[in-house]
């Protein structure tokens, strides 16, 4: 009986390799999959973009394992994240809470069109729910929101400022 398929451990080999290969392409390849952690938002995942009108933008991305990615500028606008850190547990629960009060699964926010340059994109998931929506203008629907998000951001500079001297008298 004649095989199409030669089976020598060459050919094997380098077919798994080319398989292996295409399952990498699929999938993003493992230098970009990240394992995500446990669920710590009750599958709840937030993206916040904002506009300030003269082409300052922001990112934020809260991951249902707590994780808060950040990236600005242009790398906002063309969504790759330059900085990821943990969120606390009483800064999921805030979001959380702030989401529920102001019911922004349900209902449409308020936008003050003040300022009217600045502009926040919204994207809600949870099981079973998705949401979008933007509002123009600062306002009780998103300031008290962005400010929670973007305060834990900061975390981002702490490495640098722990390599910064303390201020006082310095040493000549």
């Excluded at 993206?47 to 300052?56: A, I, M, P, Q």
């Excluded at 809260?62 to 990821?84: K, Q």
């Excluded at 606390?88 to 009060?101: G, M, R, W």
């Excluded at 300031?143 to 975390?155: F, V």
């Amino acid at each position: 009986m004649m095989h199409l398929i030669d089976r020598s451990p060459a050919v094997l080999t380098s077919l798994a390799a080319l398989l292996l290969f295409c399952l990498l392409g699929l999938t993003g390849g493992c230098a970009s999959s990240r394992i995500a952690g446990p669920d710590v938002t009750g599958g709840v995942t937030l993206e916040l973009f904002v506009d300030r009108g003269d082409r300052s933008y922001a990112l934020y991305l809260m991951e249902t394992d707590g994780m808060l990615h950040f990236a600005g500028g242009l790398d906002a606008y063309d969504r790759e994240f330059t900085w990821a850190g943990p969120l606390t547990d009483e800064e999921v629960q805030q979001v959380l809470a702030f989401l529920d009060e102001h019911d922004l699964w349900h209902t449409d926010p308020v936008s003050t069109n003040e300022p009217p340059e600045n502009k926040y994109s919204v994207k809600l998931r949870k099981p079973g729910a998705r949401r979008s929506f933007v509002i123009v203008g600062d306002g009780p629907d998103i300031s008290p929101l962005y400010d929670l998000i973007e305060t834990a951001s900061r975390r981002k500079h702490e490495e640098f400022m722990q390599m910064m001297p303390e201020p006082g008298e310095q040493p000549h």
